[in-house]
């Protein structure tokens, strides 16, 4: 059972240069969501999609951008990197039409570094 | 989503009950409490939720006070392997990302 399979694992990263962080889902959930982790803190969201086709900005969305092309994949973009934005980021995804509303799958996520 | 308070730090000795508070004084009628927690460097795991009623599954069990104002997570034998974060969320049942994630509980489990 995959679940959710994020990429790279890790990367470090020229300020300046554009990245894409992949989220991929095999369970169909609806909704996905972008988490980013400081160190020592706790989760903040980025961005979030409710189905394929939206997305909606969550808590700190500067700097990001996301897209929802399909139900199984939702990408993390960073047009133009900067070292605030060294962290270890975290995609999730959650059933809200059935199954289990309210409870968040992980992914192992993907520890980026901005020098 | 209401705010929680949580102690930033706990021991518990290996095999014995450890109990986690969270205070949520401002939860609403139709919020949850959640339980997540995050072994080091990986991705945070659901762990239990409930609304009103007790709930106990094969990880844990959660008391909720009568007035829903706080909650006790309770692992019943802890193992080295419990050593993680712990955070308490208070939420709808909907929208499951907008999950306040807050710095939560460091639970460590001590031979």
């Known amino acids: 059972i995959a679940g959710i399979t994020q990429a790279p694992t890790s990367q470090i990263l020229a300020a300046g240069r554009r990245m894409t962080l992949r989220c991929t889902q095999d369970?169909?959930?609806?909704?996905m969501y972008w988490y980013r982790q400081d160190l020592g803190l706790g989760l903040r969201l980025i961005h979030y999609s409710n189905t394929a086709g939206t997305t909606g900005k969550g808590e700190v969305p500067d700097g990001y951008s996301v897209s929802r092309a399909n139900t199984d994949d939702f990408p993390l973009t960073l047009a133009s990197a900067v070292p605030s934005q060294t962290s270890v980021y975290f995609c999730?995804?959650?059933?809200?039409?059935?199954?289990?509303?309210?409870?968040?799958?992980f992914g192992e996520g993907s520890r980026l570094t901005v020098l | 989503d209401a705010k929680t308070t949580q102690p930033t730090s706990m021991d518990c000795a290996e095999g014995r009950a450890a109990n986690l508070p969270c205070n949520h004084s401002?939860?609403?009628?139709?919020?949850?409490v959640y339980w997540y927690r995050q072994i080091h460097s990986q991705g945070p795991q659901y762990i239990i939720h409930?609304?009103?009623n007790n709930e106990t599954n094969e990880m844990a069990s959660l008391i909720i006070t009568e007035d829903r104002k706080s909650s006790t997570l309770i692992l019943p034998h802890a193992t080295l392997r419990d050593t993680a974060v712990y955070y308490c969320?208070?939420?709808?049942?909907?929208?499951?990302?907008?999950?306040?994630f807050g710095d939560g509980t460091t639970l460590t489990v001590k031979p």
């Open positions: 401002t939860i609403s009628g139709n919020e949850y």
């Open positions: 969320i208070v939420r709808l049942n909907t929208n499951a990302g907008k999950s306040t």
């Open positions: 369970m169909r959930h609806n909704a």
């Open positions: 409930g609304l009103k």
């Open positions: 999730a995804s959650s059933d809200e039409a059935g199954g289990k509303p309210g409870e968040l799958f």
